[in-house]
């Protein structure tokens, strides 16, 4: 915990922080026998082109069900993982496990679009990870084009030959990329011109202030004009109300997702849903599904 802190940082320690480093400690405890228990899931979430009202996509999430803790957000679990390196284990299987899910996909018929997941900086960063990548498509043989990988601003900013290299090497294989959580990290924006990325995630953070916020506005039409003059597929995140669909796509974003179409669900609950979506978002789905 004191880590997280910075080095040079004198701080008194209180007992919110003992309180808070023994729940890390003890979280990170459980988190080592969490794959051998089988306590990681995908959640899947849809991602709909707007113009055309179809489904383009899903990401992939990973939940936690602790014997222990219940189900644990990743927002809390993923950055202990990172700190004690049990992030590498649990991305490649996050990264097999969609695999597999598309797979069975493909075996069932269900249509052909691509499942998204989420890189995070360390894995990338393993001389390996390609090799990963190719291993987990050629085990399940799904295509390429069937997997793309979100990756975060502190990933691809990195101004080295090897991580140039390795995000060439996985556009020349066909696998997309995306920017995720665009706006929130450090950008330098000249760094996009040289990228082979093809999609721009817009933070939700920005989308839902987007009707009662002047600035978060601003922030989301500057993002969507420069994407679409990049020629980039912008997908807006936290998409919760009909109107905002509208704004957005006004602004000339492509792709929504967020709870107005659907909460992140297990694979079945997705295809099930999936099988009755009409184009429309959450208010029409749940009366065209009420039961007496
Ligand atoms: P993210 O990749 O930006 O994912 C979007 C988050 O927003 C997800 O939170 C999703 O459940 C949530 N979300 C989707 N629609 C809405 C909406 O309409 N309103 C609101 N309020 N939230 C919405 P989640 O699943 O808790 O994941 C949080 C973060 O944890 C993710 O942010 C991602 O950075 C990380 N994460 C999740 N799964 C993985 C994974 O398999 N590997 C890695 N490295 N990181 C992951
Ligand atoms: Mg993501
Ligand atoms: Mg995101
Ligand atoms: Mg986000």
Same mark, same amino acid.
């Given at each position: ?96 496990? $969609? ?64 991580? $140039? ?39 939700? $953070? ?87």
């Amino acid at each position: 915990y004191a880590k997280s802190q910075g080095r040079n940082n004198c701080q008194l320690f209180s007992p919110r922080m003992a309180e808070l480093a023994e729940e890390s400690l003890s979280l990170e405890h459980a988190l080592r026998t969490a794959a051998d228990r089988d306590e990681f899931i995908l959640y899947y979430q849809p991602q709909i082109e707007m113009a055309t009202r179809k489904l383009v996509g899903v990401e992939a999430l990973i939940r936690w069900n602790s014997q222990q803790f219940g189900m644990v957000s990743p927002a809390k679990f993923i950055r202990i993982a990172e700190e004690c390196g049990l992030i590498l284990q649990m991305g490649d299987w996050v990264l097999r496990e $969609a695999c597999r899910q598309r797979a069975e996909w493909n075996l069932a018929g269900v249509a052909d679009f691509p499942i998204a997941v989420n890189v995070s900086a360390l894995q990338f960063r393993q001389p390996e990870f390609i090799r990963r990548v190719e291993e987990a498509l050629q085990i399940y043989g799904i295509s390429t084009t069937q997997l793309e990988l979100e990756l975060t601003e502190s990933i691809v900013m990195h101004e080295s030959g090897a991580t $140039a290299a390795a995000l060439r090497r996985l556009r020349d294989m066909g696998v997309a990329l995306s920017i995720d959580d665009f706006g929130t990290g450090y950008s330098s924006l000249g760094y996009l011109k040289h990228l082979p990325i093809q999609k721009l995630k817009v933070d939700g $953070a920005f989308v839902r202030g987007i009707e009662s916020d002047k600035a978060d506005r601003a922030i989301v039409e500057a993002i969507v004009s420069l994407g679409r003059a990049l020629d980039l597929t912008l997908v807006a995140e936290g998409v919760e109300q009909r109107s905002t669909i509208t704004v957005l796509s006004k602004l000339g974003c492509h792709v929504a997702q967020g709870y107005y179409y659907c909460r992140p669900l297990p694979a079945e609950e997705f295809v099930s849903w999936f099988s009755q979506f009409n184009g429309e978002g959450k208010r029409q789905f749940q009366s065209a599904t009420v039961t007496p």
